[in-house]
């Protein structure tokens, strides 16, 4: 399965990259972003999580501040904020697995 995860991952990334560039026609490109998001979040260590919701924070702003480059700015900007689109999804994904521990632990019996 890592195996999968680490496709999901270099997918998400190529369609960061390219859609800065190009118009992909009938694609949802967020929404595709988001779901490869989750889905990669699913194999992602739970030790990674402050680093992961830490990137959640840091890349929109860094795509904003990539903005303001003169001549290729605009699409590294674009580059940045696809990439905080995935990353959400992975930090939503690793959320909903911390609260799920947690509840199984709130009801397993006390030993």
């Known amino acids: 399965m890592n ?32 779901i490869l998001g989750i889905i990669a979040g699913i194999g992602a260590s739970a030790d990674d999580s402050m680093r992961t919701m830490l990137a959640v924070l840091v890349l929109p702003v860094l795509g904003v501040a990539l903005g303001n480059v003169p001549e290729i700015g605009q699409k590294l900007g674009s580059i940045a904020s696809n990439l905080g689109l995935h990353i959400a999804g992975v930090a939503s994904t690793l959320v909903v697995r911390r609260i799920i521990t947690l509840v199984k632990a709130d009801w397993a019996p006390a030993s």
């Open 3 to 34: 195996k999968v995860y680490a496709a999901v991952r270099a997918l998400a990334l190529v369609l960061a990259i390219a859609a800065a560039f190009v118009a992909i026609p009938n694609l949802n490109v967020a929404a595709a972003l988001v």
